[in-house]
């Protein structure tokens, strides 16, 4: 945890959502005029969930229901447990990895709006933080893991993009371009969120032998990305209380619309 400098003398790191003093936040602001930062968990105190005008049943919640059973189809993939246990066959490995790395450019893209479009700066900084993350370690993995398959960027290069690689890339460009924050967040939210409740129900089973398969979990669990998740989840609930009911259901289509792209993602690989 970052601790922020205060000129008032109080060590404590602030919530960016409410802007009280908690000392539970993974997040800080310093004052002084430095960003020292790690990532964004919601205090959950009084002043911070009636910012939030969270009531009831969360709007993210509320989105994942309208999934049905997608939502578990996708969450216990049999890509995801062979994954973990590392009997997932290489090639169904290399043609998944192939087509998933395509996406960063359009993610970056669609992150980025989010940043432009965020309604604060303390909205918009673990957003900046999160896309440094994928610009790095992320896609060190990607370059590692074709080495380590002998697949060079001449054989990438032959090889066309998937239907659902396709339609995710439009699908980030589309609502990046053209959408509001709640749509960019609730496309978003799905690839992260599922991603983080996959990873979050194999991670302790993981076979850690073969960095091309516990890594790609690895990035996926833990405290810094459920922080990620959290975040995104807090500003589309957020969005959620803001707006209309024609406006929830445009997030509503989106959110649907990436789930069936996750899905076909994942049974592309066995084809």
């Known amino acids: 945890m970052t601790h922020a400098p205060s000129a008032a003398s109080c060590d404590m790191p ?99 709006s989010i940043v432009a479009n965020a309604r604060s700066l303390s909205d918009r900084i673990p957003a900046c933080q999160f896309l440094a993350l994928i610009t790095a370690k992320e896609n060190t993995y990607f370059e590692r893991c074709f080495e380590s398959m002998n697949c060079s960027s001449e054989e990438r290069k032959t090889i066309p993009d998937a239907a659902c690689t396709t339609g995710f890339c439009n699908l980030m460009r589309q609502v990046a371009q053209n959408g509001t924050l709640g749509e960019m967040l609730s496309v978003i939210v799905v690839c992260e969120w599922t991603y983080m409740s996959w990873a979050d129900l194999v991670k302790d089973v993981t076979v850690r032998e073969d960095f091309t398969t516990y890594e790609w979990v690895d990035l996926h669990s833990g405290p810094e990305f459920e922080g990620v998740v959290s975040y995104l989840r807090q500003l589309l609930d957020t969005e959620g209380n803001m707006i209309d009911d024609a406006e929830k259901e445009k997030c509503k289509a989106r959110f649907l619309q990436a789930m069936q792209l996750e899905e076909d993602f994942f049974d592309f690989a066995y084809t």
């Open 14 to 112: 602030k919530c960016l959502l409410c802007y009280t003093h908690n000392s539970n936040i993974a997040i800080s602001l310093p004052r002084d005029g430095s960003v020292k930062i790690l990532f964004f968990t919601p205090c959950h105190s009084t002043c911070c969930t009636n910012m939030s005008i969270i009531t009831g049943t969360r709007f993210t919640e509320k989105l994942k229901a309208s999934s049905g059973e997608q939502w578990n189809r996708v969450v216990t993939h049999r890509f995801t447990k062979e994954l973990a246990a590392g009997t997932i066959d290489r090639e169904v490995l290399k043609k998944y990895l192939v087509q998933d790395h395509r996406f960063l450019d359009d993610f970056v893209v669609l992150l980025a």
